[in-house]
């Protein structure tokens, strides 16, 4: 970005002589009110309603910034749905940005459920029918030829980072076309209240290329384009001509794909990871996120994770990426690739990956079974089923990513206590309406042996009178410091040691919370402070940092300036540009 030129089309942010910082505003009276960058609603001060055009458009008390708070909190109590809570958040998002973040920022262990997973899949699916507000940047298949000039219309002139999905994928609801844009909201949202990423340095992007629901189609009230999804090289060509456009624009950003099918995830992260810095949420972040929790897990049973034996139920992103992820750990504690590959069985629709299965990818393959493999194994069927699979490998870890609710039945669960007295079951799958298991049935089952983690939040669990914790694995944990390291060190590519990294800080950031496998989400931030000033490290040491002031920092040093860099949700003063 060009060093004169304005962080937005409406505003600038300086420092006054005494270094205090304040914002230029080019813009005044509503169109001011209108930016929720700028809009302070009630809490402009008398000067800056006399400068800025402001008297008689908003009400004449000022409030300080903890009536704002307080009044907020109040009304957003009495929206009766979870749903009801996340469109009243958004809304304030829309109307007042600041405000926004402060109120996260204080109920975030409370709201997180709100504005993320679980509830933002309904969002999703409602988002045609509940558009309210332009928000971020949709390129569809008939405007691809004129994505530069279309992001010339966006307003930020230094983004860093970007999350673009193509809705292919969402959660565990499959295609939703262009509501996948909530999920890019949502996700920025956690960027800038977790990871200290300012909103102006954030885009949310729908990849629109159609949608294979008929449903969608024939909705004459859905808002994205009405046909089906493209494929092939016209796919091909629609991403590469995004990836240049937005490598111009926004020379300095990272792109975080999301919620891409199977297929298409990897092969979008392969073609472009060295293009432009980015990575996969659902891919790596997923991978790393659960890694760390089965670190945690291993601690908790006080054995190694190389000890434990793996069943990976879902062949789809998420589960290949955490298969990988758990691959590499294993490496890392001490074992071969060959003796980490035999304790990871991966397990689909069709039973156990095995060669010779129709349609296997690449990233499959690398998990699928000999015949030769399985000497001595009894099971029925041409494949060997999760319970088989169970059993015979002796497994004593066993994770979920298929979406299909009560999966993970008694019988299976009870199975792996012969070969762990302390099994270890993370049914991952969101929302919380497609888990696997629900975690007060895993406890019972297990009479409190097990060792859980859950995608989507669930209450800890009464037992014969004692307390289980119930982790949530939730991939906030990982991305929001991931992409604030890349970032802070401008990173050239997003390396698999620096996703990796992330996850070892996660695993030792969670040594303090006794017997859990994840830390509270009320202390995210400052995990997320931890997780990115040990990526940017790590950047560093794989030779992909481009920010030159940071190279030769110590650690302290390093996160000194995290800190400072992080962004906070208060109001700077303002004045007539």
């Known amino acids: 970005m060009p060093k004169n030129l304005p962080v937005s089309r409406y505003y600038d942010v300086k420092r006054d002589p005494q270094g205090q910082r304040y914002i230029d505003v080019h813009v005044t009276g509503l169109a001011l009110l209108q930016n929720p960058l700028l809009n ?7 000067e800056e309603r006399r400068e800025l055009g402001l008297e008689g458009l908003v009400p004449p008390h000022t409030s300080t910034f903890e009536e704002q708070k307080e009044r907020t909190y109040l009304r957003y109590l009495k929206c009766g749905s979870d749903l009801e809570k996340h469109e009243y958040l958004r809304a304030l998002q829309d109307r007042n940005e600041v405000l926004f973040y402060a109120i996260l920022e204080d109920h975030l262990e409370e709201m997180l459920p709100i504005i993320y997973t679980p509830t933002v899949g309904e969002a999703v699916r409602n988002y045609s029918s509940n558009y309210r507000y332009p928000r971020g940047f949709t390129v569809s298949t008939g405007d691809i030829d004129r994505v530069d000039d279309m992001l010339e219309n966006v307003t930020v002139n230094d983004v860093r980072m970007i999350v673009a999905t193509d809705s292919s994928a969402i959660l565990g609801i499959g295609d939703q076309g262009f509501g996948g844009m909530a999920i890019s909201i949502g996700k920025l949202s956690l960027y ?105 897990a291993a601690r908790l049973k006080g054995e190694r994770l190389s000890e434990q034996v793996f069943v990976v139920v879902g062949a789809g992103a998420a589960g290949i990426g955490v298969a990988m992820a758990i691959r590499h750990g294993l490496q890392a504690d001490g074992l071969t690739p060959e003796e980490a590959n035999a304790r990871v069985f991966v397990v689909d629709r069709h039973g156990l990956l095995m060669h010779g299965q129709p349609d296997l990818e690449d990233q499959q393959l690398s998990f699928a079974r000999r015949p030769e493999d399985l000497n001595g194994w009894a099971f029925d069927g041409e494949y060997p089923s999760m319970h088989d699979v169970i059993v015979n490998a002796r497994a004593t870890a066993l994770l979920g990513f298929t979406g299909v609710p009560g999966l993970f039945r008694q019988e299976s669960i009870q199975a792996m206590l012969l070969n762990t007295p302390r ?13 696997e298991a629900r975690p007060a049935d895993l406890i019972h089952w297990t009479r409190g042996g097990a060792i859980i983690a859950s995608g989507s939040p669930f209450p800890d669990v009464e037992y014969e009178g004692k307390r289980y914790p119930v982790g949530q694995g939730n991939n906030a944990f990982i991305f929001p410091g991931l992409g604030f390291g890349a970032v802070a060190s401008r990173a050239r590519e997003i390396t698999d ?21 994840y830390p509270p989400i009320s202390d995210l931030r400052e995990l997320s402070i931890q997780v990115a000033v040990n990526v940017a490290l790590q ?6 940092c481009a920010e030159r002031r940071i190279r030769n920092m110590t650690r302290d040093e390093l996160e000194t300036v995290i800190r400072d860099r992080a962004w906070q949700p208060r109001y700077l003063p303002l004045r007539k540009g």
């Open 423 to 435: 099994p270890i079951v993370f049914p991952l799958s969101n929302p919380s309406s497609h888990v």
């Open 192 to 296: 800038t209240a977790a990871g200290g990423v300012g909103p102006d340095k954030t885009l949310p992007v729908e990849l629109d290329v159609g949608t294979n629901r008929q449903d969608l189609i024939d909705d004459p009230l859905y808002l994205g384009v009405h046909h089906r999804r493209l494929t092939g090289a016209a796919y091909d060509e629609f991403l590469d001509a995004f990836v240049e456009a937005v490598s111009h624009r926004y020379p300095k950003a990272i792109i975080q794909w999301e919620d891409f099918s199977r297929g298409t995830a990897f092969r979008v992260l392969e073609r472009y990871r060295r293009v432009v810095p980015s990575f996969n949420d659902d891919i790596q972040g997923t991978g790393a996120m659960a890694l760390a929790g089965l670190i945690s």
């Open 497 to 517: 040691n620096m996703v990796m990294e992330a996850a070892r800080t996660l695993a030792e950031f969670t040594t303090q919370y006794g017997e859990r496998v």
């Open 40 to 46: 302070k609603t009630t809490a402009f001060t008398p």
């Open 539 to 544: 950047s560093i040491r794989d030779g992909v």
